[in-house]
């Protein structure tokens, strides 16, 4: 079965930073796609950085461009989202999702899921 747990969530100032992992089970990195979303209070779940499986090319929103980071290290089936320069606006629950194969960065794109950390980003 593929299971994905986020974690390193917390409470942060802002300018501070955080990494994220997610850990991963069931599955190949190389065949799937993977990426961070999240999701703020009365705001829909959005794309926050996504590796694509076809090239290893890496998606990042907008938002996040030069502030944050996905790496992944395939030894430990872990991925990571360095998060440097926090806003509140970065303020939201965190989570991992993956597809197998070629996938788009955005939630409907992602079959499975894991359990969300929270980010708290205090101005």
């Known amino acids: 079965d593929v299971q994905l747990q986020a974690s390193g969530g917390g409470l942060v100032q802002a300018g501070g930073s955080l990494r994220l992992s997610c850990a991963a089970s069931?599955?190949?990195?190389?065949?799937?796609?993977i990426g961070w979303f999240r999701q703020a209070p009365g705001k829909e779940r959005e794309g926050v950085s996504c590796i694509f499986s076809s090239d290893g090319s890496i998606y990042y929103a907008d938002s996040v461009k030069g502030r944050f980071t996905f790496s992944s290290d395939n030894a430990k089936n872990t991925v990571y989202l360095q998060m440097n320069s926090l806003k509140s606006e970065d303020t939201a629950v965190y989570y991992c999702?993956?597809?197998?194969?070629?996938?788009?960065?955005?939630?409907?794109?992602?079959?499975?899921w894991g359990k969300g950390t929270l980010v708290t980003v205090s101005s």
């Open positions: 069931g599955f190949t990195f190389d065949d799937y796609t």
């Open positions: 999702a993956a597809v197998k194969g070629e996938g788009i960065c955005h939630y409907y794109g992602m079959d499975y």
